[in-house]
């Protein structure tokens, strides 16, 4: 299949999504994933009409959004290290995997710089997987206040990526989960928060159903990462 024919059922197959939960249809952010393939590919995808991206990667992002249409709009979504938060500020729009006190407290500090604001996700390891980075819940409730409180940096919602299954409906627990730790966040904050990332592409639909609007989707767009494309771009470290 083409990349226009992947978009396409990517498309349908989230509207559909939504009627079936009774949300409307257009409530679901696409952001293609684009971590590992080359800017042509993501050139094509914007020509089909793709706008948001993702890369989790900042080597590997500053070789290639220059690269990239101008009409792409950027997410980072993967672990952010201190020392990369001035870059991660010069590419992204918005960073959805913010997982620490220190690190917003460094997104902040450098937007103050920057004379920019900052949308963040907060990202929350739902099931308490050991070695995955994201937020324990209670961690999270704890330090919510005194992030909502640093400049330039606004919460938008969270994120998760649940434990690895091929079976969609094994998620469907942890995206209810984070939708109801969402709710605790709003009731926390005294407004409730915009966004909710969640669904990757072996189970946006359930996401969809459970209240996501931001689905991340890579291998059903631009199809299966392969360490070729890895070494062609020259994008490992
Ligand atoms: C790679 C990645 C995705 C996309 O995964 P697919 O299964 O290829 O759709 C989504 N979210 C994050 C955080 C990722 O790192």
């Not at 870059?87 to 460094?106: K, M, N, P, Y």
């Not at 909710?196 to 291998?219: K, N």
Request: some cysteine; charged content about 25%; aromatic content about 6%.
């Amino acid at each position: 299949m083409s990349l226009a024919e992947n978009l396409d059922l990517i498309q349908q197959r989230m509207r559909a999504a939504c009627r079936r939960a009774g949300r409307a249809e257009d409530s679901v952010l696409l952001l293609a994933v684009s971590k590992t393939h080359s800017a042509d590919a993501i050139e094509a995808m914007v020509n089909c009409g793709q706008v948001f991206f993702g890369e989790s990667k900042i080597q590997e992002a500053r070789a290639k959004i220059p690269l990239c249409p101008g009409k792409s709009r950027w997410h980072f979504i993967g672990h952010l290290q201190s020392n990369k938060v001035r870059e991660a500020i010069e590419f992204f729009e918005t960073i959805q995997s913010v997982d620490s006190l220190s690190l917003a407290g460094e997104i902040s500090k450098r937007c103050i710089q920057a004379a920019k604001t900052m949308p963040i996700l907060l990202e929350v390891n739902v099931a308490g997987e050991a070695g995955k980075f994201g937020y324990k819940p209670e961690a999270l409730l704890r330090e919510l206040k005194e992030i909502a409180a640093l400049p330039r940096v606004e919460i938008q919602g969270l994120m998760a990526v649940p434990p690895y299954s091929t079976d969609a409906e094994k998620s469907r627990p942890y995206f209810r989960r984070l939708r109801e730790l969402k709710d605790g966040c709003g009731k926390i904050l005294g407004a409730g928060l915009l966004h909710l990332s969640m669904g990757m592409s072996g189970d946006f639909e359930v996401a969809i159903e459970e209240g996501a609007t931001i689905v991340r989707i890579g291998t059903a767009l631009f199809g299966e990462r392969r360490r070729a494309n890895l070494a062609k771009q020259n994008f490992e470290n």
